[in-house]
Structure formats: structure tokens, C-alpha cells
């Protein structure tokens, strides 16, 4: 009896709990950072530190380029009123452009929309993935945008004969620059083109952000250089979305 028991008790100390039949294989928990809604809020607050402070991180190739574009915005700025002076005067014109502006970003949240919903529905993690990372762009940059309109209090080119005056009182929300229909197509073109291996489907995309930007001019929502700033705030976030939250992005 003493050498069946022994023998009993050696074989349930060898046989692990992961190779009974019931019992159960605990789920592994979810990484802090990990790409789900429930995440979503702290994902969008580290992005924010880190959009934020990337200047101070940034190497002496990107400050170059930085100052180089603040350079030729500045330039593009100060063409800004004589362009709208003169030029997308037809009202009829701007009326169908300002639409076909917000359709097409429209189109480009919706997009992210369809492929969150869908990867969920399929399981599939790549499509759940870049739906999820095109809405977080679009979030952080509409999030730096507001802050770039509440700080430049810039008249609309339907105002003040077109002279786009910043830092005026009562412009509030309605600020010109920077454009945020140019920033949102932008962030998310960005990121759905370059998870993207179909050329004519990159084309489209960019395709439809230009557009977004060129309408908001010619509906004369806004200056030139409003949809400039706008559209490359919207690509670079989009950038930066993608190279924090993924490993194979180049």
C-alpha cells in the first residue's frame, strides 16, 4: 500500500497543472501601451508629451529642416492676402469647394472607422491596428491644431477684406490658422497610405488630402499658408504615430 501511494503521489507531482484536460490557460494581460480603446486616453496623453517636446529631441538634420519650413511658411504667409485678393473670388466656386472639403474628410475618418470595425469583426489585428492608429493621429493632431488656433487668433479670408490679421480678439475658436480639415486629412492619409501596399490606393489617399487642402482655399475658408502648416502638422503626426506604436514602419 506505502509504494502505491508513493507512486500515486510521484505522478501528480510530475503531471503540471497546464497538462490537465480542464484545466484552464490564463489569458496574458494586456501591455499598458498596447493599441485598444480602453488604452486609448493614456496612449493619446504620451503622444501629446512626446509631440510636444520633440524639438528638444530632435538631431540637427531635423531642426534644420524645421527651420526651413518655418522659413517657407513664412514666405507663403505673406502672400497669403494678395493671393485672396485677387484670386477664388466666385462665391458659387468657394460654396462647392468648402463642401467637397468636409466630404472628403469625411471620407478619410470613416476610413478608419470601417477598418477598426471590420478587424474586430474578423480578427484581424492588421487591419484592427490601422484603424486604430489612423484615429489616434487624427486625435493628436486635431489636439495640437487646437492649440495652434487658440494661440494665433487669425481672421478668416472672408473677414477684413482678407488681410488675415492674427491675434485678434473675439476670432477665438474660429481661427484661420492652421487649417483643421487639412490637419485631420492629412494625419490620417498618412497613416492608412503607409500600412498600405497598393500604389493606386497611396495615390488615392494623398490624392483626397491634397484635395481637402486645396478646397479649403478655394472655398476661401482659409489662407494658403493655414492649409500648408495644417497639412504638414497633419502628415508629420501621422509620421510620428507610426514610428512610436509600430515596429515595422520605415
Not at 18 to 25: E, H, K, N, S, V
Not at 115 to 136: K, S
Not at 142 to 165: H, M, T, W, Y
Request: aromatic fraction near 10%.
Amino acid at each position: 500500500m506505502f509504494l502505491v501511494a508513493a507512486c500515486i503521489c510521484a505522478q501528480a507531482r510530475a503531471q503540471s497543472p497546464a497538462q490537465l484536460p480542464d484545466a484552464p490557460t490564463p489569458a496574458p494581460a494586456p501591455a499598458p501601451d498596447a493599441l485598444t480603446l480602453r488604452n486609448a486616453p493614456r496612449n493619446f496623453l504620451h503622444d501629446q508629451a512626446g509631440i510636444w517636446t520633440s524639438p528638444f529631441h530632435a538631431s540637427e538634420g531635423e531642426l534644420v529642416m524645421g527651420l526651413f519650413f518655418i522659413a517657407s511658411a513664412g514666405a507663403l504667409g505673406s502672400e497669403d492676402t494678395n493671393i485672396m485678393q485677387h484670386h477664388f473670388l466666385n462665391l458659387s466656386t468657394a460654396s462647392h469647394a468648402s463642401t467637397a472639403s468636409t466630404g472628403m474628410v469625411g471620407v478619410l475618418g470613416a476610413v478608419p472607422v470601417a477598418y477598426y470595425g471590420f478587424g474586430r469583426l474578423r480578427h484581424n489585428t492588421d487591419q484592427e491596428t490601422t484603424g486604430y492608429l489612423a484615429g489616434e493621429a487624427m486625435a493628436d493632431s486635431l489636439a495640437v491644431n487646437e492649440v495652434f488656433k487658440i494661440s494665433s487668433r487669425r481672421e478668416r479670408p472672408n473677414v477684413d477684406n482678407a488681410r488675415g490679421q492674427f491675434f485678434q480678439p473675439g476670432v477665438g475658436w474660429n481661427s484661420s490658422f492652421a487649417s483643421s480639415h487639412s490637419v485631420l486629412a492629412w494625419s490620417s492619409a498618412t497613416v492608412l497610405a503607409s500600412r498600405s501596399n497598393h500604389f493606386l490606393y497611396k495615390v488615392a489617399l494623398y490624392g483626397m488630402a491634397s484635395g481637402v487642402a486645396a478646397a479649403r482655399v478655394v472655398g476661401r475658408d482659409h489662407f494658403p499658408s493655414d492649409v500648408y502648416v495644417g497639412s504638414a502638422v497633419g502628415w508629420l503626426i501621422g509620421r510620428y504615430v507610426l514610428h512610436h506604436h509600430t515596429t515595422d514602419y520605415e
